[in-house]
């Protein structure tokens, strides 16, 4: 097997060659308002469940939890935070218990991976705990189809209060609002999400990952990975969840919910990131390509995805329009983005991202260069994001306009949301505290909650070994949940939603055992890319030896500007090989300068510049430099990792 050379936070589906032109409806010239000024955000910690230094059975005493419902450990509780219940008083979290006493002790139920909620708003439950517990202590026979390895991932409360989608799971407790102290154990069921993959309905169902539920409650998107044709590609779909109580075909055989009317997001008939005409090469800047789901917009008209880049190196969310296919830029920054949230009017957004970090910008500081390398390379450097464990997200605030492209706004980043403070250590500006996905707003969108990681040894990152920071949590604990009130915002009005059409017209409906449409990269040959404002580039796609895969890109440019604030010059060479599955090795050489609103390079050391990273494990190790001045502002690439 070998991997595809276009890959995208993990995996990139690169789409066919040969298409019909697609008619834009895009509107160029709409008038874009200023970018808002800074708002005041007030940052509190969520209350979590004590810790237990010891972690071994019956080390959760009453001495820690007097009230007897469960310890989580300092290191790996694995903490992922979720969504507001629709009262705005609760956030939804999973997390693993430790130290439960051995039954029938009652608190022996407080132990493993559970589903809580969390009071947002400094009062308790009757029972005096900050928390409540969903999933502890629901009957066996009402856990339907669980496996040891389930998760709860990104957990997502229904606008209706009473259930949460978790992983691949639907967590119900029937008539009971979660919050309400009639939502007991026994009310609580647990459903698996079951994709039928097979013409006849038989088997256990598609494995599918990143679950994100559309603000109509009866929608989701969600991820697959895909390995038919010897590579591993990933591909979104668009769904509806059916209640099935009693089903006759597939595995589990228990109630379940059923993906129905599945939608492969992926146009048929539409344009590829990039094409040729005879020798004429162009960028299709309506091409859908998504690379990987993160989710619906919160009017639920949009998929956001992690599409091809606009700009080499940059990898940033885009949104496609689920009835129109319409194409905005959700996020310009040069650094890194991945979770994301969208308010429920549809107009502000919240992102992790790596922009304080400058982490990425010995790739993506120089701006306006077109994305040519990036066929080869977006995984590559997806993957430089993290150092092993560490990642280095902060939460970012912004209003959402897909037309920001308009100039006067093209700088605008919004708003660091844990900026205030002095970062000491332990503060809510802490840059040793990273994000988690997602962070999520709260209905009426005057709160955002997310959760941060500690760095933790031996990937704390900078120049290496560095001495990692003792955590000021309590119990020492090295995940927290925090939450951000934006104090000078209204509510905002927010009523149900009719559910919307179970049909996305550009979309591919899926056929149940259908093989995922063949992927083409670029066209091999020599080409011409024509800047929209001026110049022109020269393009080289060379397939390795076999001629069964692009291996090479080398682009020559000639005072190339498609934005008219950057002219590019001088050449770029980019090689990738595959040691194995995960494992990317790239050779670059790059003498790129540009001017126009800044004067930059982008410059390989004599030799070249090498580098190898593991998908998989994110450690980057280089020889040779590449680093990008901007302005005379110098980024250098991070430390090879331990
Ligand atoms: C806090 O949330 C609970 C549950 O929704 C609610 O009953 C209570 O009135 C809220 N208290 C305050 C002070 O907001
Ligand atoms: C499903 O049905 C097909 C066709 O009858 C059969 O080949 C396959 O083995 C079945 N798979 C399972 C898991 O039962
Ligand atoms: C959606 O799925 C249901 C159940 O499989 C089916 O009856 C219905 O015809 C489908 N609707 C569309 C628009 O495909
Ligand atoms: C390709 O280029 C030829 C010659 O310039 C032109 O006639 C044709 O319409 C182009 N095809 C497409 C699909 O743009
Ligand atoms: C963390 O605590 C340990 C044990 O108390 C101590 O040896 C170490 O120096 C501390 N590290 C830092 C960075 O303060
Ligand atoms: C592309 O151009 C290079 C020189 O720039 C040349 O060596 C090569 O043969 C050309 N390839 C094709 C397929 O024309
Ligand atoms: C690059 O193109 C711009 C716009 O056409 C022009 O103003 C500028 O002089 C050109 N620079 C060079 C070095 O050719
Ligand atoms: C690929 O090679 C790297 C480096 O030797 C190794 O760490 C990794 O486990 C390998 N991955 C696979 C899938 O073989
Ligand atoms: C870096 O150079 C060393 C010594 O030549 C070599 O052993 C190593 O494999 C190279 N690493 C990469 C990532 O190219």
Same mark, same amino acid.
């Given at each position: 097997?070998?991997?595809?050379?276009?890959?995208? @936070?993990?995996?990139?589906?690169? =789409?066919?060659?040969?298409? =019909?032109?697609?008619?834009?409806?895009? /509107?160029?010239?709409?008038?874009?308002?200023?970018?808002?000024?800074?708002?005041?955000?007030?940052?509190?910690?969520?209350?979590? !469940?004590? =810790?237990?230094?010891?972690?071994?059975?019956?080390?959760?005493?009453?001495?820690?939890?007097?009230?007897?419902?469960?310890?989580?450990?300092?290191?790996?509780?694995?903490?992922?935070?979720?969504?507001?219940?629709?009262?705005?008083?609760?956030?939804?979290?999973?997390?693993?218990?430790?130290?439960?006493?051995?039954?029938?002790?009652?608190?022996?139920? @407080?132990?493993?991976?559970?589903?809580?909620?969390?009071?947002?708003?400094?009062?308790?439950?009757?029972?005096?705990?900050?928390?409540?517990?969903?999933?502890?202590?629901?009957?066996?026979?009402? /856990?339907?189809?669980?496996?040891?390895?389930?998760?709860?991932?990104?957990?997502?409360?229904?606008?209706? %209060?009473?259930?949460?989608?978790?992983?691949?799971?639907?967590?119900?407790?029937?008539?009971?609002?979660?919050?309400?102290?009639?939502?007991?154990?026994?009310?609580?069921?647990?459903?698996?999400?079951?994709?039928?993959?097979?013409?006849?309905?038989?088997?256990?169902?598609?494995?599918?990952?990143?679950?994100?539920?559309? !603000?109509?409650?009866?929608?989701? $998107?969600?991820?697959?990975?895909?390995?038919?044709?010897?590579?591993?590609?990933?591909?979104?779909?668009?769904?509806?969840?059916?209640?099935?109580?009693?089903?006759?075909?597939?595995?589990?055989?228990?109630?379940?919910?059923?993906?129905?009317?599945?939608?492969?997001?992926?146009?048929?008939?539409?344009? #590829? !990131?990039?094409?040729?005409?005879?020798?004429?090469?162009?960028? *299709?800047?309506?091409?859908?390509?998504? %690379?990987?789901?993160?989710?619906?917009?919160?009017?639920?008209? /949009?998929?956001?995805?992690?599409?091809?880049?606009?700009?080499?190196?940059?990898?940033?969310?885009?949104?496609?329009?689920?009835?129109?296919?319409?194409?905005?830029?959700?996020?310009?920054?040069?650094?890194?983005?991945?979770?994301?949230?969208?308010?429920?009017?549809?107009?502000?957004?919240?992102?992790?991202?790596?922009?304080?970090?400058?982490?990425?910008?010995?790739?993506?500081?120089?701006?306006?260069?077109?994305?040519?390398?990036?066929?080869?390379? #977006?995984?590559?450097?997806?993957?430089?994001?993290?150092?092993?464990?560490?990642?280095?997200?902060?939460?970012?605030?912004?209003?959402?306009?897909?037309?920001?492209?308009?100039?006067?706004?093209?700088?605008?980043?919004?708003?660091?949301?844990?900026?205030?403070?002095?970062?000491?250590?332990?503060?809510?500006?802490?840059?040793?505290?990273?994000?988690?996905?997602? !962070?999520?707003?709260?209905?009426?969108?005057?709160?955002?909650?997310?959760?941060?990681?500690?760095?933790?040894?031996?990937?704390?990152?900078?120049?290496?070994?560095?001495?990692?920071?003792?955590?000021?949590?309590?119990?020492?604990?090295?995940?927290?949940?925090?939450?951000?009130?934006?104090?000078?915002?209204?509510?905002?009005?927010?009523?149900?939603?009719?559910?919307?059409?179970?049909?996305?017209?550009?979309?591919?409906?899926?056929?149940?055992?259908?093989?995922?449409?063949?992927?083409?990269?670029?066209?091999?040959? *020599?080409?011409?890319?024509?800047? /929209?404002?001026?110049?022109?580039?020269?393009? $080289?796609?060379?397939?390795?030896?076999? %001629?069964?895969?692009?291996?090479?890109?080398?682009?020559?440019?000639?005072?190339?500007?498609?934005?008219?604030?950057?002219?590019?010059?001088?050449?770029?060479?980019?090689?990738?090989?595959?040691? *194995?599955?995960?494992?990317?090795?790239?050779?670059?050489?790059?003498?790129?300068?540009?001017?126009?609103?800044?004067?930059?390079?982008?410059?390989? $050391?004599?030799?070249?510049?090498?580098?190898?990273?593991?998908?998989?494990?994110?450690?980057?190790?280089?020889?040779?430099?590449?680093?990008?001045?901007?302005?005379?502002? =110098?980024?250098?690439?991070?430390?090879?990792?331990?």
């Amino acid at each position: 097997m070998r991997l595809k050379a276009a890959f995208l @936070y993990g995996i990139f589906l690169a =789409v066919t060659a040969q298409r =019909v032109p697609y008619t834009s409806t895009k /509107q160029k010239n709409i008038a874009v308002p200023s970018p808002p000024d800074p708002e005041p955000i007030e940052i509190i910690e969520l209350p979590l !469940p004590p =810790v237990t230094p010891d972690e071994t059975e019956g080390g959760c005493t009453r001495k820690i939890n007097p009230h007897g419902t469960g310890c989580i450990g300092a290191t790996a509780s694995n903490l992922l935070s979720g969504n507001f219940l629709p009262d705005g008083d609760h956030v939804t979290a999973s997390l693993v218990f430790t130290g439960a006493p051995a039954a029938p002790d009652p608190a022996s139920i @407080y132990n493993g991976l559970h589903l809580i909620i969390i009071r947002a708003n400094g009062t308790n439950f009757p029972n005096g705990d900050p928390w409540k517990c969903i999933t502890c202590g629901v009957p066996a026979d009402q /856990q339907y189809g669980l496996t040891s390895t389930m998760d709860y991932q990104y957990p997502q409360a229904f606008t209706d %209060g009473t259930r949460v989608l978790a992983g691949a799971y639907i967590i119900d407790c029937g008539t009971a609002q979660l919050a309400s102290p009639k939502c007991t154990p026994d009310k609580v069921h647990i459903y698996p999400i079951r994709w039928n993959i097979t013409p006849n309905g038989n088997g256990s169902g598609g494995a599918i990952r990143e679950l994100r539920k559309h !603000p109509d409650d009866v929608h989701l $998107s969600f991820n697959a990975m895909s390995y038919t044709t010897g590579t591993i590609a990933q591909y979104a779909y668009f769904a509806r969840l059916q209640f099935n109580p009693a089903p006759t075909t597939g595995t589990p055989l228990t109630p379940r919910y059923d993906l129905v009317n599945v939608t492969l997001l992926y146009d048929p008939t539409g344009e #590829t !990131p990039l094409s040729a005409n005879g020798s004429h090469l162009t960028i *299709n800047r309506q091409s859908i390509s998504v %690379g990987e789901a993160r989710g619906l917009s919160g009017l639920g008209d /949009q998929i956001d995805y992690l599409g091809f880049p606009a700009e080499s190196c940059n990898v940033d969310i885009f949104g496609a329009n689920l009835k129109t296919g319409e194409v905005t830029r959700v996020t310009y920054g040069p650094e890194y983005v991945g979770p994301m949230d969208t308010s429920s009017d549809g107009k502000w957004v919240v992102i992790m991202d790596t922009t304080t970090s400058d982490r990425m910008m010995f790739l993506a500081g120089m701006r306006g260069v077109p994305p040519l390398v990036d066929t080869l390379i #977006t995984g590559a450097i997806s993957s430089i994001r993290n150092n092993g464990h560490r990642r280095f997200f902060q939460p970012w605030l912004f209003e959402r306009y897909g037309a920001r492209d308009h100039k006067d706004s093209r700088n605008y980043q919004g708003q660091q949301i844990n900026a205030g403070g002095d970062s000491h250590p332990g503060s809510v500006s802490d840059p040793l505290w990273n994000g988690g996905a997602d !962070p999520r707003f709260s209905l009426d969108g005057t709160k955002i909650a997310y959760f941060q990681l500690l760095v933790q040894t031996p990937d704390c990152g900078g120049s290496n070994p560095l001495p990692c920071p003792n955590s000021t949590e309590p119990g020492h604990r090295t995940e927290r949940l925090m939450m951000a009130t934006l104090s000078s915002r209204e509510p905002i009005p927010w009523a149900p939603m009719d559910p919307v059409s179970d049909t996305v017209p550009w979309g591919q409906p899926y056929v149940p055992g259908s093989a995922p449409p063949d992927q083409a990269l670029v066209p091999y040959g *020599n080409f011409t890319l024509t800047g /929209q404002v001026s110049g022109h580039a020269k393009v $080289s796609f060379v397939a390795n030896s076999a %001629g069964t895969t692009l291996e090479t890109v080398l682009a020559t440019y000639y005072n190339y500007s498609d934005d008219g604030d950057n002219f590019i010059m001088g050449t770029e060479k980019v090689s990738t090989s595959y040691p *194995n599955m995960t494992l990317i090795h790239v050779d670059w050489f790059s003498d790129l300068h540009s001017t126009g609103i800044s004067k930059s390079s982008k410059l390989t $050391s004599p030799g070249g510049f090498y580098f190898d990273i593991d998908i998989n494990n994110n450690k980057f190790y280089a020889n040779g430099t590449l680093t990008t001045t901007v302005d005379g502002v =110098v980024y250098r690439q991070p430390e090879n990792a331990t």
